[in-house]
């Protein structure tokens, strides 16, 4: 039979502008925290991480915040451009066997 | 020029055989993984191994099985098992020890016949 396929949320925005990507993590136990992209057929590229111990870490054009309290990271990028646009993933990990456990992704389509 | 590596890129599955996926990474990496993904969703661990000649189920082995003979390289078998093999397939490793940044390799992607 047909393969249908979830759909992902999508995110749309204009060349040039932010974006903010949010992810809810399940685990009030995970300590760490990754942001992966992952182009059509390639594999994920890891992006940045943070760990709870911070609630905010910056890379190049890529902020990261979490809220422990309600559970939530979210992604920023600065002036977005089109080779962003890809499937982002968060990813969260606890306990002593160190294993990831990764979001349904999110979609961001940049326009021109 | 270091990496991981998957091969082959596609791989076509007749009813009722086994298929092994390659996956090497010249990282000097203690860990590495193994991952499913299907259309439109997130990733699931299949095995995992910390180690050379030791591996961990993860979430979702029934009908896979790994070996970890040596530290560069850990093969994939997907069995005759799995009923539901068509999937694209990734393969990760990470330093180890409190280092737990997972990196990728580019995918395999298996479809049956």
């Known amino acids: 039979g047909e393969n249908v396929g979830l759909h992902l949320p999508t995110l749309s925005v204009q060349e040039g502008d932010n974006s903010i990507i949010n992810c809810a993590y399940s685990n009030s136990a995970s300590d760490y925290f990754i942001w992966y992209k992952q182009e059509s057929g390639k594999g994920p590229q890891f992006i940045i991480d943070i760990r709870s111990n911070m609630d905010k870490r910056q890379g190049q054009r890529v902020t990261v915040l979490l809220n422990k309290t309600v559970k939530h990271l979210s992604l920023q990028i600065a002036a977005t451009q089109p080779g962003d646009s890809a499937v982002y993933f968060c990813a969260e990990m606890s306990g002593s066997a160190r294993q990831l456990t990764f979001g349904s992704g999110t979609q961001l389509t940049v326009l021109p | 020029d270091g990496g991981i590596t998957q091969s082959p890129k596609y791989l076509f599955r007749k009813e009722g055989q086994n298929v092994t996926l390659s996956c090497e990474q010249n990282?000097?990496?203690?860990?590495m993984y193994w991952y499913r993904q299907d259309p439109g969703q997130g990733l699931r661990l299949i095995y995992y191994?910390?180690?050379?000649?030791?591996?961990q189920k993860g979430d979702i082995a029934e009908g896979y099985s790994v070996s970890r003979e040596k530290k560069e390289s850990f093969p994939l078998t997907v069995t005759s098992a799995q009923k539901n093999p068509t999937a694209f397939y990734l393969c990760a490793s990470s330093i180890g020890g409190n280092q737990e940044t997972q990196y990728f390799g580019p995918g395999t992607r298996l479809l049956v016949l």
């Open positions: 990282l000097n990496h203690d860990a």
């Open positions: 191994s910390q180690i050379v000649n030791d591996f």
